[in-house]
């Protein structure tokens, strides 16, 4: 398909601003939806007052409250903001893609949808809601359906943890590394699914552009490290 304008919500963060990196270096336009002004950006307020651009032939959503930032704690606060940020956001603009003639609507999720054990998961496996990042991933995914009968192609990626060296989870151990300070975190036996940004981006430019593409992706290297 030919894209015109892609509209990110959260195109300002660690993985949103290689999207629109990987958008600008193909020649392709977008918005930004941020809480804070800047060019080619608008609010979710402007998203709820005047919906999306005209011209909008695809969106993506990968906002959300950092869950990774050490200075907060999780209070029940903490977790609503982390819930909300991402569910709404998402419920949004689910809510305004159908008044645009978009054709594709991919979301990110994470892979604490599924249960840690030994077993290998494909997209079609299904899990019960087992903790708070599990059901956070069934409420996010869910708000991201879109009506049966709207034409538009909803994708849902399920990443794993993302790795680049300018955020995520790098970018916050990095400098105990630097300082020798780094070590295993928790017990360091834990199953890691992974994905490297160039590759979760790549994911995102390939769902909106194919037109077969719909469903759940899962988004993570084919190495497991544990
Ligand atoms: N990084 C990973 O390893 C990883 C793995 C799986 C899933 N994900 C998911 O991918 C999404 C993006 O991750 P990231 O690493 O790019 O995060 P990030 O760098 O922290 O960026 C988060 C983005 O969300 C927006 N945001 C933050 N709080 C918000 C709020 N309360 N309401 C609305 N927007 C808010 C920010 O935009 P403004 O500040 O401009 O408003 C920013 O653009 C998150 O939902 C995250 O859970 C990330």
Known sequence: MTLKHVVIGGGTGFIGTQIVNLLSHKGISYTCISRMPGPNRISWHDLECYGLPENTTAVINVAGQNIL????????????????????????????????KADAFVTISGVSY????????????????????SKLCHEWEAAAQLPKDSNIRQTTIRSGVVLGKTGGMIKQIYLPFFFGLGGPIANGNQYMPWIHISDLVNLFLFSIEN????????????????
Not at 120 to 132: A, G, L, P, R, V
């Open 69 to 100: 930032d050490p200075k907060q704690r999780w209070s029940e606060g903490f977790k609503q903001n982390v819930i909300n940020s991402r569910v709404e956001t998402t419920k949004s603009l689910a809510k305004a893609i159908i008044y645009t």
């Open 114 to 133: 599924y249960k840690p054990n030994d077993k290998e998961y494909t997209e079609e496996s299904k899990c019960e809601k087992y903790d708070f990042l």
């Open 211 to 226: 037109k077969t593409v719909h469903g759940i992706l899962n988004g993570v290297a084919p190495q497991v490290i544990n």
